[in-house]
């Protein structure tokens, strides 16, 4: 049986991997259930850096939708004629709405190198999806860099 530890900041959490939560957040205008992961190794417990960026977060989680929105957003118009080459019909995005379908979060990385990561299923690349880290500062591109 996975461990379960009840942490003051993050709440019940399980260890497999990683400790772990799914919640539900609003992003591009709809609701999505995602994981909350606080990344450690076997027997190590949640840092408090992670616990002071999940307070971050969850204290700034409307500004930080809208900026997440707006970064795809412009990867997505910037890049598309390159993510064309493995996305079939491949288009640029007017809308947020429009993010539903091409792009679908999965899952929000408290790293324990004080960052945080906001992890995509993407149209474009199935096997390794997209990442906005979003703490200590912005920044897109394959989850490969970031993990």
Known sequence: MAPVINDPVFGKMTYQYRWYKTEDIVLFGKHWDITIAAQAYTGQSILQIQREN???YTQHRDEVAEKITKALIQYININCEALADAWVGARKVNFPSEL???VSPKTLLLSRNDSIVML???KWD???GLAVQIYPHYEIGP???FL
């Open 126 to 128: 199935i096997d390794h």
């Open 120 to 122: 995509f299923d993407c």
């Open 54 to 56: 999940y307070k971050w």
């Open 100 to 102: 539903d379908g091409i």
């Open 143 to 145: 989850q490969d860099l």
